[in-house]
């Protein structure tokens, strides 16, 4: 499991430490796996940012040290980010790849298209941020503020690397909000399984 330390970083270099990273979350007794293979940093004084607008109770995660669990709903849907480096500052989980080993048996993508309301192909199952967070059944109510927990829920290092990171502008950020900023991080390899394919340079 990552530690304290892992996290305690800026938000960029996190950002990118993260791909290839592992998360696992145990659901119904099975563990099931995401290779992490999209990401988006935030800082406090960036616009764009949820901290950026100041402290709230909604945002306490934003404020708590580095490697505590943000949560959030996006157009309704849960949103999984991770605290950084610094006050307010943030990693956005973006996408996910199923991944399997003697851990995370195949027979856990059964458990998790049954998290969703019909069959997503197996490149599509983290294929966006609410996407992801559906497949592993993470809500906002269960772990918002809260930090991982080896039994249940944590992303761990197995040594998988991106071969090509791609680094380019941020997706769905509102012109005059640093919609401009190079902080979004991809594994070229996985780009067909992205949130979005197309790239906004």
Not at 71 to 89: D, E, F, I, Q, T
Not at 106 to 124: F, K, T
Request: net charge positive; aromatic share 10%; glycine share 6%.
């Amino acid at each position: 499991m990552l530690n304290q330390t892992f996290f305690d970083r800026d938000p960029c270099q996190l950002a990118q430490a993260l791909l290839g990273k592992v998360i696992r979350r145990k659901q119904q007794g099975v563990w099931l796996s995401m290779r992490i293979i999209e990401t988006e940093a935030y800082y406090i004084d960036d616009k764009a940012s949820h901290a950026s607008l100041g402290y709230t109770k909604k945002r306490e995660a934003l404020f708590m040290p580095a490697g505590t669990i943000y949560m959030y709903y996006a157009r309704g849907k849960p949103s999984l980010n991770v605290s950084s480096h610094g006050p307010g500052n943030a990693v956005l989980i973006k996408a996910g790849f199923p991944y399997f080993d003697k851990k995370s048996p195949m027979a856990g993508q059964q458990i998790m298209q049954l998290l969703h309301d019909a069959p997503r192909p197996l490149e599509r199952m983290g294929n966006g941020q609410t996407i992801l967070c559906r497949s592993l059944h993470l809500t906002v109510p269960e772990w918002d503020q809260k930090t991982f927990d080896n039994k249940v829920f944590y992303i761990e290092d197995l040594g998988l690397t991106p071969r090509q990171m791609i680094t380019t502008k941020r997706l769905g950020i509102p012109v005059g909000r640093d919609e401009h900023l190079p902080y979004r991080f991809l594994d070229a390899d996985f780009l067909k399984s992205v949130s979005a394919c197309k790239l906004k340079h």
